[in-house]
Structures are given as structure tokens and as C-alpha cells.
């Protein structure tokens, strides 16, 4: 059974052709779209904990073409287990990170 999304349960875009060509490195500031509370924020990928809330920023409040532009594939993959995400964004990744984790042997 399929239930409409509450206010709180967004369209989550889970575009089938993400890969690994997001180039975002560095330095970034997300778009007002994704992050639209509270001041703008620089976050340095290189810090684990920023690259996290990024990642978890544009999961939720993301665009298909926000998700491709921010998160590599790979990453998501590696990272998954760390994110703060709500339920039924988890459940819309799902079936993606079926197809992409590699099994435990």
C-alpha cells in the first residue's frame, strides 16, 4: 500500500543516473533551494562531518539535478550508514543502494 507523502514527507529525487561525476570539491556554500533556513554556510568537504551534513541537506530538500551536482555515488555508498535522514528518505534511497552496495562476504 502506498501512502501520499505528509508535509514533512517530501518528493524525495532519487535520480537513476547518479554516478560518481559530481565535482564539487573544496570549499561550497549550498544553494538558498536546499539549505533555506538560517544563514548560508561554507562547508569543507575535506571535513568529514560537513561533507556528511551536506550530503544529508541535499538528499532531503534536493533536486534531481541537486543530487547529481553534490553527491557522488561512491560516497553516498560509503557514507550511508553515517547519515541523519529521516525515514522516508531512507526508504526512497532504498532500492538505489540495492543496486549499488557491494555484499558483505
Request: proline share 9%; hydrophobic share 35%; aromatic share 8%.
Amino acid at each position: 500500500m502506498t501512502t501520499a507523502p505528509t508535509a514533512r514527507e517530501r518528493p524525495v529525487a532519487v535520480p537513476d543516473d547518479l554516478d560518481d561525476s559530481a565535482r564539487i570539491e573544496g570549499i561550497v556554500r549550498l544553494p538558498q533551494s536546499i539549505r533555506w533556513s538560517g544563514e548560508p554556510i561554507d562547508y569543507d568537504l575535506a571535513n568529514p562531518r560537513h561533507l556528511r551534513s551536506v550530503y544529508e541537506q541535499v538528499l532531503r530538500e534536493g533536486t534531481e539535478d541537486d543530487v547529481r551536482r553534490f553527491v557522488r555515488a561512491s560516497t553516498l555508498v560509503e557514507i550511508w550508514d553515517e547519515l541523519y535522514l529521516p525515514a522516508y528518505v531512507r526508504a526512497a534511497w532504498e532500492p538505489w543502494l540495492q543496486t549499488h552496495r557491494v555484499p558483505h562476504s
